[in-house]
Structure formats: structure tokens, C-alpha cells
């Protein structure tokens, strides 16, 4: 947040300047994109404060919930990254932390000794039921919104990841996926 | 991006596990926050390989940027910590990537010697101008999305922007605003 706020929305500036340079039809995307980032940097801060009493951050969180709420209470680090979509050098770092506060362990798989899973600890249960009750509660840092905004925002969103191919669900499952 | 897509919409998944434990009004704002985390991650993802080419980052084109539209072409490395919302380390970091690429020198600024001013170089102009081009060519990344989506993610947001305190339009104008 800056120290006050500016007299005049700085996104809605630079699409004038846009619109003016660069023509009227370039001006949706840019401030669609600005808008998201600046949107995802004011909602990971209030979810990071929220979090900091618990020694999460948002990322640690996400990590921790995918575990919640897998069939087993545990998957295979790689995995965990496709879910959380970051790179496996920073699930470990990750996990590493979760380990460190005894909210997961790492064991190895049953049936494949190679592969570490992680898995979550009844103090990871708590703590994933407690900060989720917290987080729930300031309604995800979304505040001001609205129903209508907050469902405007994910149907557009659904577009752009679907488009990214996040998800297919023409797809054929893989049994695999269920996990998780 | 994953290695290949979900057969399912992780962030609707989510969703249903979050209206089984916790409330059907618990729903829409953490899929909102995940999705806008997400929707970032894949549109910067996208500006910054198409910035690369030009040892460009989404980070340093934005300041890039900042300078391009300013009055003077110049802006104290402060105030563009405070329109760029980074840490002033931030700010350095950025503006010496600049200007070893020769697209921003820095110079002190002629009333108040104490301060240092980022001044865009004619290279930067014409390299803000051409990197403009690219990315509006590729719609800023937020392909597949259509005027109408666009709209609707840009008007939520902005709401969002308004209530986290980065904007008042109701704010009496400060002269030094206007330069940027």
C-alpha cells in the first residue's frame, strides 16, 4: 500500500496514456493485467499478515491444505509441485519449513522407497483447520467484494487458466489425480 | 504450467472441499484469491518470456514504463518505489538493471542535489516503444479473454484497488502527483 492513497486510479492513468499511443484496443488487456498483479500482491499481503502469528505465509499455507486434503494425508514431493504448480526446489524449501514446525514429516513411500512423501502431522490437521477458520473469516483478504465481483472474477479467470492448460476436463482422468 | 492438464479445475475442486467443511460462503473468495494468484503467475509468466529477448522482465519493463510516461522522462528512484508499490531496494535493483542495459541514467536532481532522479535515455524510449508493441500484439498475455471478460476482472478489481487504500479520486490532487 502506498503511504496515501493517489488522487486518481494509476492503472486507469496509464490506460489513457495507452489508449492515446497505442489505440483504444490495446487499452483492456494492459489494465487487465496490471489490475491482477496488483490484485494478487494486496491479497497474498493481508493473507501473509493473517498467517505471520502461525509462521505460514500464503505459499506454506497452500502447501499445507493440499496435504489436508489429499486422500491420505500425504503425497510425493514431485506431485506436490504439479499441484501447487512451483518448481520441486521449492516444494522442498517448502516442506522443509512445514518440517521444521512439526506440521509435516517426511516419510518414505510404501511401495516405492525411492520416492519421499510428505506427510501431514495431527499438529498439521489443527493448524490447517485453524488458520483456514482464520482466513475464512476475513473472507481471503477479497474485501470490499461482493458475491457478484468475487464470481465475475473467477468465471473470467476459469478462462485464462483453462486457456493456459491448467485443466481439460475433457481429458481422461488419470487414477493418479484422485489423490489429490 | 503443468506437464500436461488436470482433468479437473483444481480451484473448483478446492471449492467443493470448502463448501463440504467450512460453508457455502466460504467458497467464492478463496476461489477468487487462488485464481488471481494463479491468472498473475500465467500472464507474467508470459510477458517475461516475451520480454527476455530484450534482458527485460515484467518488473523492469514496468519501470521501464514509469519513466517512458513521466513529464520529464525523469522520477526520484522514492517516488517510483511509490507508484511501482516495491521496496526502494526494489526500486535500485530495477534501475540499475536499467541502466546497464543504457536505458535509464541516473542523475541528481537540479533543485535538491541530495535526491537522484532515474532519467529515461533516447535507447530506453525506443526500446519502451518497441517492447509496448510486442506485448500489445500478444494482448498483455491474457489471451483467450475477450472485452467482455477483461471488463468484468478490471472493474472488480479495481474495487478491490479502491478498498485496499492505492487510490481516492476524492483525495485532494498533491502538484507532485501529476508528474508521473
Redesign the interface.
Known sequence: ????????????E?GR??EAH?GAE?V?????????????????GR?NGALEPFDLT?ARY?AL?LLF?SREGALPLGKMG??L?VHLTNVTKLVDALERLGLVERTPHPEDRRTTLATITAEGRRVAAET??V??AM???????G?E?????????????????????T????AD?ADA
Chains 1, 2 share one sequence.
Open positions: 500500500m502506498p503511504p496515501s492513497p493517489l488522487p486518481f486510479d494509476p492503472i486507469r496509464a496514456q495507452w497505442w490495446t483492456a488487456p494492459m489494465e487487465a493485467v496490471i489490475s491482477i498483479v496488483r490484485a494478487a500482491q494486496i491479497t497474498v493473507l500464503y497452500e491444505m486434503y504439479v499441484r504448480q483456514t477458520q482466513l475464512n473472507g481471503f483478504g477479497t474485501e470490499p467484494l458475491a465481483e468475487l464470481d465475475a472474477v473467477i468465471d473470467a479467470l476459469r478462462a485464462l487458466r483453462r486457456g493456459a492448460g491448467d485443466f481439460d476436463e481429458a481422461p482422468a488419470d489425480d
